[in-house]
């Protein structure tokens, strides 16, 4: 018979005492990881549902709101607060923004949000670009607007000497 314990008594004693201060050890972890999986479960259950649409809060006193999103948006911001469909459909009518991942407005139906002809044309022309021109006078550069219908995209700079 393959025996691998010591033949002495002391040693089988001590022996023994270290794998019950082990097996303690083990006991206690198992334990607290018992315990922290029962506290888990129990906040999922507990939690409060998502809400179905937020709306992103801005800084200051009064906290205008920002963006409208929904519930489950990733971009939002840390300071919202929940509001219902109707409340959501609300403020995108009046004017708020939706963001623009989520697309809150498509997902309320709303298609048309802007009745005003002056946010329809300012859309749809192209931004202006404003290009710094280093051949200023002493030095300093001088800014100007460039029309990206009429002018080329390539801005050459003035070559140091």
């Known amino acids: 018979m393959f025996d691998d314990l010591p033949p002495d008594l002391d040693r089988l004693h001590t022996l023994r005492v270290w794998h019950v201060m082990w097996l303690q050890r083990i006991d206690a972890k198992i334990a607290a990881l018992t315990k922290r999986q029962a506290e888990e479960e129990c906040g999922r259950r507990n939690r409060p549902p998502q809400p179905e649409w937020i709306v992103e809060l801005g800084i200051g006193d009064r906290r205008p709101p920002l963006q409208v999103h929904a519930g489950d948006c990733y971009i939002a911001g840390k300071r919202r607060r929940p509001v219902d469909r109707d409340e959501a459909r609300r403020l995108l009518a009046a004017g708020l923004t ?64």
């Not at 290009?131 to 460039?146: K, L, N, T, W, Y």
Request: proline share 9%; glycine share 8%; aromatic share 2%.
């Open 98 to 161: 939706s963001c623009g991942h989520c697309r809150p407005d498509s997902a309320l139906g709303i298609t048309e949000l802007s009745s005003h002809p002056a946010a329809l044309t300012a859309a749809a022309q192209p931004p202006v670009r404003v290009v710094h021109d280093r051949r200023g006078s002493r030095g300093q550069g001088a800014s100007r607007p460039i029309d990206p219908w009429t002018e080329s995209h390539v801005v050459r700079s003035a070559s140091r000497s």
